[in-house]
C-alpha cells in the first residue's frame, strides 16, 4: 500500500547507501522552527495518518493515528533489561514502523522519549531509563527510514495529545503534570509547546519543596516526585507494612507476607475497595501535588492543569486531595481566578498521539519527495513509449 516500505527497506538491507547521501537524511533534519509554527500549522498540516511511538523504561508502543487523533492500529514490543542500549530500541523502532507501513500509507514518524530533549528535537540528551547519554536519536532513525522524523519529550507529547483531543482542549495555558515513577511535565502558551532555551523545561518532578527531604535519584534532596509520584506511594506503603504497622493489616494479607509485590495500582485497587490505609496513603500523595501545583500556578499562572500518567487512575482519590490542597496553598488565595485542575483523558496513549500529531507539522515534506518521485516516474514511463513510435505508426 505504501511507497514507504520501498523505499526504507532496501536501505536496512544495503547499509552502504547511507554513505552517501540517503534520501532519509537529506529530509530528515526537522526545522529549526517547528516550535514557532505549531499553533498556526496543526490546523493546516496534511490530514494524513502518522506513526507516533512512545518510548518508555520496558516497552515501545507504536501506533497509527490519524488527523483527528483516532488510534487506527497499535503495537507494543518489551525492551528487556538487558537490551536497553540505543542500538537494540531504535532496531525495534524502525521494526515496529515497518510493520505499521505494510498496512497503511505512512507520511511522518513522531517518538515521545522519555528522556531530555535538546533544543533541536534531535538528540537525547539523558533517558534515567535507558542508555541514552546525548544520543542523536532523530538523525539515527532517519537514516533508517524515507519519512520525516521528530523526536520530542514524551511529556509534552502528552499534553500536546491533551491540549488537541482530551481534557485540555480550547485552552490557551495548559500546565501538564504525569504522575507515574516520578513526575514529568509539559507547558502548553497559546498552542505552543514550551521546551526552554535548552529544551528540557517541564522537569517539575525535581523542584526541590523539602529541604534536606528524600534522596532522589537525580542527585539532589527533597524533590518534589519523592513526596507525590508512584514511587512514593508505593515507598510509603512498604515502610508501613515492613514495620507491621496495624493500619498495614489489609495490604500484608493481600500480599500474603510478600511486602516486595506491593504496586501502585495494588493499593489504588485497594484504596477503592475502602482500605483505610491506602485511602490515606492517597491522599497524601493528592495532598503534597496540590502543593506543587500551586507553586506552579505562582510561577505560570496558567488557566488549567492536567494531570496523567499511571497514579492518575487513582482519579478523586487523589485529585480530590489535590484540589483542596491547591485552594489551602495557593498565592493570593480567594482574590485571583483558580486554575482548573482535570484528569487526563487519553490514558497511557497520549504521548503515542501526540508525538503523531506533532508529526504532522512536518509530514508535508514527504508528502512533497513523494509526489516528485510520482511525477519522475511518470516522465520516465512516457519517455520510451514515445521513442518507440515511427511517423508512420498511428495514435
Known sequence: MSTYRDLALPR??????????????????????????????HLSAPRVPTVGIDIGGTKVMAGVVDADGNILEKLRAET????????????????????????????????????????????????????WRNEPLRDR??????????????????????????????????????????IGGAILEEGRVKRGKFGVAGEFGHMQVVPGGHRCPCGNRGCWEQYSSGNALVREARELAAADSPVAFGIIEHVKGDISAITGPMITELAREGDAMCVELLQDIGQWLGVGIANLAAALDPSCFVIGGGVSAADDLLIGPARDAFRRHLTGRGYRPEARIARAQLGPEAGMVGAADLSRLVARRFRRAKRRRTERYERFERVPDAAARTPGDGP
Open 12 to 41: 536496512a538491507l544495503n547499509p552502504a547507501r547511507t554513505a552517501g547521501a540517503p534520501i532519509g537524511s537529506r529530509r530528515a533534519p526537522v526545522l529549526r522552527t517547528v516550535g514557532s509554527r505549531e499553533r498556526r500549522s
Open 80 to 131: 528487556p533489561d538487558k537490551s536497553k542500549s540505543p542500538k537494540v530500541v531504535e532496531d525495534t523502532i524502525a521494526e515496529l514502523v515497518l510493520d505499521l507501513s505494510d498496512r497503511h500509507d505512512v507520511h511522518a514518524v513522531g517518538i515521545g522519549a522519555a528522556g531530555w530533549i535538546d533544543a533541536d528535537m534531535n538528540r537525547v540528551l539523558f533517558a534515567p531509563h535507558l542508555s
Open 141 to 182: 532513525l532517519a537514516e533508517r527510514l524515507a519519512v520525516p522524523v521528530l523526536v520530542d519529550n514524551d511529556a509534552n507529547a502528552a499534553a500536546w495529545a491533551e491540549w488537541r483531543f482530551g481534557a485540555g482542549k480550547g485552552e490557551d495555558h495548559l500546565v501538564m503534570i504525569t504522575l507515574g515513577t516520578g
